[in-house]
Nanobody, 131 residues
Framework: EVQLVESGGGSVQAGGSLRLSCTAS????????TVWYRQGPGNLCMMVSS???????DYIDSVKGRFTISQDNAKNTVYLQMNSLKPEDTAVYYC?????????????????????????WGQGTQVTVIS
């Protein structure tokens, strides 16, 4: 059975740090890139960061310099280290794999289970940043 399990979310003061973990079972992270999405209070689902099987990384502009994505193949786990957290980082964070895609309409996307078009998704972990 394919499964992605996230952990590491929680509440933190602005400026603090959290490290999210995503452990896979039933497959390995040696295929398509692993992607972290988030859906915040405005209910917009957006890609935050990705890492390819050869270690190439990508980030949205708002988290560059603050977030770091990494991968431990021996543990079949992907991490998202989040530093200097801001209130606008508050969201449910989802680990995804295998070309995961949310459903988008009118320029907005949803990470909700009923809206996912493809791929593997974790259950999500809540990150709350308190100002």
């Amino acid at each position: 059975e394919v499964q992605l399990v996230e952990s590491g979310g929680g509440s933190v003061q602005a400026g603090g740090s959290l490290r999210l973990s995503c452990t896979a079972s039933g497959f390995t992270f040696d295929g398509p890139p692993t992607v972290w999405y988030r859906q915040g209070p405005g209910n917009l689902c957006m890609m935050v960061s990705s890492i390819s099987s050869d270690g190439r990384t990508d980030y949205i502009d708002s988290v560059k310099g603050r977030f770091t994505i990494s991968q431990d193949n021996a543990k079949n786990t992907v991490y998202l280290q989040m530093n200097s957290l801001k209130p606008e980082d508050t969201a449910v964070y989802y680990c995804t794999a295998n070309h995961a895609a949310p459903r988008c309409s009118g320029g907005s996307c949803s990470c909700e289970p009923s809206a996912r078009l493809s791929g593997y998704w974790g259950q999500g972990t809540q990150v709350t940043v308190i100002s």
